[in-house]
Nanobody, 119 residues
């Protein structure tokens, strides 16, 4: 079992930045593939970003590429999502997840944190 706790959400204006954090416990963090997903009102949850065991290997959804950066600190068992140049369409509940190896599917999920971007 893995426990994930997100933090850092909030209400911002278009063009602002936010950094989300996700603290993990329960398993060796450095062995986990981590990801961020989001779910907007009335829409299905969608993939945002993934980071492999090696922090240099990342992958992004086209909608956030160039604006969002996923990173991890294995010593702190924490994964981050730096979100720059936020747009109203980024408004969603953001979820941290442990990914199943070789997939973009979540295996364990956090409770989510709300991000609201006003125009």
């Amino acid at each position: 079992q893995v426990q994930l706790v997100e933090s850092g959400g909030g209400m911002v204006q278009a063009g602002d930045s936010l950094r989300l954090s996700c603290a993990a416990s329960g398993r060796s963090f450095s062995t986990l593939v981590m990801g961020w997903f989001r779910q907007a009102p009335g829409k299905e949850r969608e993939f945002v970003a993934r980071i492999m065991w090696s922090a240099s290997t990342t992958y992004y959804a086209d909608s956030v590429k160039g604006r969002f950066t996923i990173s991890r600190d294995n010593a702190k068992s924490t994964v981050y999502l730096q979100m720059n140049n936020l747009k109203p369409e980024d408004t969603a509940v953001y979820y941290c997840a442990v990914l199943k190896v070789g997939t973009l599917q979540g295996d364990y999920w956090g409770q989510g944190t709300q991000v609201t971007v006003s125009s």
